[in-house]
């Protein structure tokens, strides 16, 4: 098995697509707070044709363009870069420069642009294109996500919630296993572990299953090998809304077998394991924006049986200056003793 038949691309553009504002939580948070997430968002992959300055632009990028509204009601662009084969490629801060300016003269909207750095070059970090001549300076300065960064913090992956540790952890293990199938099919089903006893509703499951399959290909003896072990995992896990997931290859399949699952009466477990990650995103975005969360606020958190109220919680914790007024907002609605 060798990496030139590792498809990245696809499957990062789905999964950034279908879950597009918990990738820029995860990776460029600073994106995220400035973003009115209750306003639809869009993506305009036709926007790219346009933005493309010659042929070649592309071919080795992941690139999506999406038109979102900020929270001071102004509408802007925000463009993704995601290099994943690993080349080197001097002209990639040019690239970046280039998209940027041409979407600002088309739209006179605030651009921002975001890159992650997917290949395995240690030293290749691309994070600005600038020139001068005559007086005068162009420069654009843009976030950079270097996933090999990761690697040394694996133990942050394994805790975080947020799927795009998954999608992170799938992706540097199948860039390490690329020579080494076995390795591959133990990692795979690992990840695949994780990835349902975290409590993730069905969407996130479904999409990130078939991110984990897609990129973490494996010959056909093995790859029947892992429908195995995935089949007597669930016959032991208490988490049976997965039955019939080794039809992983078929869509359909997997959605009837989880549709079937939850019919049995798994239900109410995973509305649990749902409203426990939602808990924990909140706190999460609260220690990222203020350090340490105060023992009440987590106690309140915990106590929340609501998914909207929780919902509501997590967007307002994004904007709101000190974890003081948060605790006003929690005393208006905790529940009372």
């Known amino acids: 098995m060798t990496e030139q038949f590792t498809d990245y691309d696809s499957p990062w553009k789905e999964v950034i697509e279908s879950f597009f504002p918990r990738f820029l939580e995860y990776f ?42 900020l929270l001071d009601g102004e509408e802007a662009w925000v463009l993704i870069h995601v290099e994943v084969q690993g080349q080197y490629d001097s002209n990639f801060a040019e690239r970046m420069y280039t998209y940027n ?14 890159a992650v750095l997917a290949d395995e070059s240690e030293s290749w970090r691309p994070s600005s294109y600038n020139y001068q001549l005559g007086g005068c300076r162009v420069s654009l300065e843009f976030p950079v996500a270097k996933l090999l960064d990761y690697e040394a913090d694996w133990e942050s992956l394994e805790q975080s919630t947020n799927p795009f540790s998954i999608v992170v952890m799938a992706h540097l293990r199948t860039k390490a296993t690329n ?17 349902f006893e975290r409590g993730y509703d069905r969407e996130y499951i479904l999409g990130l299953f078939r991110f984990i ?18 089949r007597s995992y669930e016959e032991v896990n208490i988490m049976r809304y997965v039955t019939s997931i080794e039809r992983l290859a078929k869509a359909e399949g997997i959605q009837e077998g989880i549709e079937q699952g939850i ?12 409203l426990q990650t939602s808990r924990e995103n909140l706190i999460e975005v609260l220690e990222t924006r203020f350090g340490e969360v ?15 109220v929780l919902k509501m919680l997590h967007k307002r914790a994004i904007a709101i200056p000190s974890t003081a007024e948060f605790q006003q907002i929690l005393s208006s609605i905790a529940p009372q003793e």
């Open 101 to 114: 300016y041409r979407l600002f003269d088309r739209h006179k909207k605030q651009v921002i642009s975001l």
């Open 263 to 274: 019919q049995e009466g798994i239900q109410e477990g995973i509305e649990q394991g749902i």
């Open 179 to 195: 020579r080494n199938p076995e390795s591959r099919l133990q990692w795979k089903l690992s990840l695949v572990r994780i990835l």
């Open 213 to 230: 399959d897609w990129v973490m290909v494996l010959p056909e003896e093995l790859a029947n090998n892992f429908k195995r072990e995935l």
């Open 28 to 69: 460029f948070l600073d994106a995220y707070v400035v973003i009115d997430w209750e306003r639809d968002y869009e993506f305009l992959d036709t926007e790219l044709q346009q933005l493309e300055p010659d042929a070649e632009i592309g071919k080795r990028l992941v690139d999506k363009v999406a038109k979102v509204w």
């Open 294 to 308: 105060p023992s009440s606020i987590v106690e309140v958190v915990n106590q929340i049986e609501e998914s909207a």
